[in-house]
């Protein structure tokens, strides 16, 4: 249905091209090849009465061609969405229009139970630690300069990069855990806390890798942020929620922690299908 409309649209924004900006049929026909090349691997869909464009696998089938032969395409999917958003009065979310800036090796998420074996060893204040940062998703950053006005019952209040400000839900557990690690260590303005300043990101991230040591592990804040985005997408959450609670500003950056989740996917996708064990083609 989303592809249908959108070779609709294409066909309307061709036209609309050659008749009504002038342009030659030689531009026009290599502004088709583009918009054809996206249309054919990228989602248009509904949701929340916008319309969705994820260009995300245009940007990785187009990824070896020249710089500017990729420039010319994207600008191409550009002009189409502006002509869509103001002659068609569209509103549209364009997905994975900016840079992305994929790492060489992206951070190993780590496995769920191996973050339970070491919950059961750890003392409340590293339980709550870990909490925060696999359980929120935080940046170690984040975590550091956390004060106590900031955590409601329900809800706590993140101030993230460049004085963004976001607001996350605390499931019943991780809000168990904070009162009684409340009562027990008794901060008084920051959750984490050494003599009358918060414990600063070196501090904190000392005392996880510590931790994971001990168990045989090497683990960073990083990696459990990392962790807490990879396991919500494999078990079904949306990359938008998953964008939101991050605190990314465009959902493009979120897309890199769908690399190794669609990876697993696979994986396990050609270890377990009938096909995999070549039964069906044996020759009796």
């Not at 900016?98 to 339970?116: A, C, D, G, T």
């Not at 855990?177 to 050494?194: I, V």
């Not at 918060?198 to 001990?214: E, G, I, V």
């Not at 990696?223 to 079904?236: D, I, K």
Request: some cysteine.
């Amino acid at each position: 249905m989303g592809t249908e409309k959108l070779e609709t649209y294409i066909e309307a924004f061709l036209d609309y091209l050659l008749d009504v900006r002038g342009y030659s049929a030689l531009s026009v026909e290599t502004y088709e090849i583009a918009l054809r090349q996206m249309a054919e691997v990228s989602p248009f869909y509904e949701e929340e009465e916008r319309w969705v464009l994820d260009i995300t696998p245009f940007r990785f089938s187009i990824v070896k061609n020249s710089k500017k032969t990729i420039v010319k395409k994207l600008s191409a999917v550009r002009s189409l969405v502006k002509y869509l958003e103001d002659q068609c009065h569209l509103t549209i979310t364009l997905i994975a229009d900016e840079s992305i800036r994929v790492p060489q090796s992206l951070p190993k998420p780590i496995e769920e139970k191996y973050i339970e074996e070491v919950l059961v060893t750890a003392t409340m204040e590293e339980k709550l630690l870990i909490s925060m940062l696999y359980g929120l998703g935080l940046r170690i950053s984040e975590l550091s300069g956390l004060k106590l006005e900031d955590i409601k019952e329900e809800w706590i209040q993140i101030h993230g990069k460049g004085n963004k400000v976001r607001e996350l839900p605390l499931i019943r557990p991780l809000q168990v855990l904070l009162k009684s690690y409340r009562a027990q260590m008794q901060p008084r303005k920051y959750l984490f806390e050494k003599g009358n300043a918060p414990m600063n990101s070196a501090q904190l991230r000392y005392k996880l890798t510590k931790l994971f040591k001990a168990s045989g592990m090497k683990a960073t804040p990083h990696q459990l942020r990392h962790s807490f985005a990879t396991h919500l997408l494999n078990h079904g959450a949306r990359i938008a929620d998953v964008s939101e609670l991050l605190g990314h500003e465009t959902m493009a950056t979120t897309q890199v922690y769908t690399k190794l989740g669609s990876a697993r996917k696979m994986q396990e996708y050609m270890r377990s299908h009938p096909l995999a064990e070549g039964k069906w083609t044996r020759e009796d």
